[in-house]
């Protein structure tokens, strides 16, 4: 980070002190062009790309993918099947990448560890795992908890194994422009942390406008969100091309403002490759190929790994997998 980045961000740093100068500066950022947002991000889906480019960009977003369970039903044995898919998503092809995370409620995190740790070791890698393991905290999906129930989730979810957390923000908070509670929240929430990346779900579907999407955006990095999630998958509003946009568009702002990167996951109604792909074509058209990482962008999917695993084994084999060939999640 440059010394004018440094100073920027220190500046920026500092609205979390004045409820006033984070209201002034949330409702100061530039207005969203709502027709403008749905039409680039139809005219970027649109875009089509040549069958080498493809077969890298369906083993990039297998690598970005978070393989993800939050069912009231789930059970040890289901995630544990699930953690060994993440590993390798497709056993018969030792060529094919595994996936960026497992994530799960916090009390399923302590099985999904079993099955993850000591993966790196065997892959010769320094992490433990290779793969990383996400739990979703406080109060998810709501977000409707006390504080302190919040903060004992994230903590249990992190002592059991979780590397990474996916918070959800207050949304009934942030509609009523109690922003200074929201920035508190997702401050508390960063340090209980610790050494794990914070992920801070806006619920999209629940934030009505492109302006407000802008401003929840704005609001989780300055609190110090590693990454910024579009939806909990719980609400029929989910992902969607524009809403990610707008967010791709906040976080390369942020960068250019401060020097610091953050990520960026859209997460519920992803189902196909095709859509997939559409959105790393998005992402490297709005913020570039740092971003075409699974360090910066994750898509948040159940269903998506098994078609990427389709497509996959067409364009290796020639032959159509069905959708029965690989495990169900």
Known sequence: MTATATSAWSDLAELGRSEAALRAFLHGLPGVDRVGAEQRAAQLGTRSIKTTAKAWAIDLAIRMVDLTTLEGADTPGKVRALAAKALRPDPAD????????????????????EVLRGSGDRAGSD??????????????????????????????????GADEIDMVINRGAFL??????????????REVCGDAH????????ELSTYDNVRRASWLAMLAGADFIKTSTGKVPAAATPPVTLVMLEA????????????????AGGIKTTKDAIKYLVMVNETV?????????????????????????????????????YFTLD
């Open 251 to 266: 976080v390369r702002d942020f960068r250019a403002a401060t020097g610091r990167q953050v990520g960026v996951k859209p």
């Open 94 to 113: 030792p060529t094919c990448p595994h996936v960026g995370a497992v994530c799960v409620y916090p009390s399923m995190v302590p099985h999904v560890a």
């Open 198 to 205: 914070l992920k801070v779900i806006l619920e999209t579907g």
């Open 127 to 160: 992490e433990t795992s290779v793969v990383h393991l996400a739990s979703v905290a406080t109060a998810f999906p709501s977000g409707q908890a006390p504080l302190e129930v919040k903060l004992a989730d994230t903590r249990a979810a992190v002592e059991a």
């Open 288 to 324: 570039g190929t740092d971003w075409l990482d699974p360090d910066w962008f994750r898509f948040g999917a159940s269903s998506l790994l098994n078609d990427l695993l389709m497509q996959r084994t067409k364009m290796t084999t020639g032959d159509y997998a069905g959708p029965d």
């Open 176 to 189: 009523t422009g109690r922003y200074q509670e929201v920035y508190d929240e997702i401050v508390a929430t």
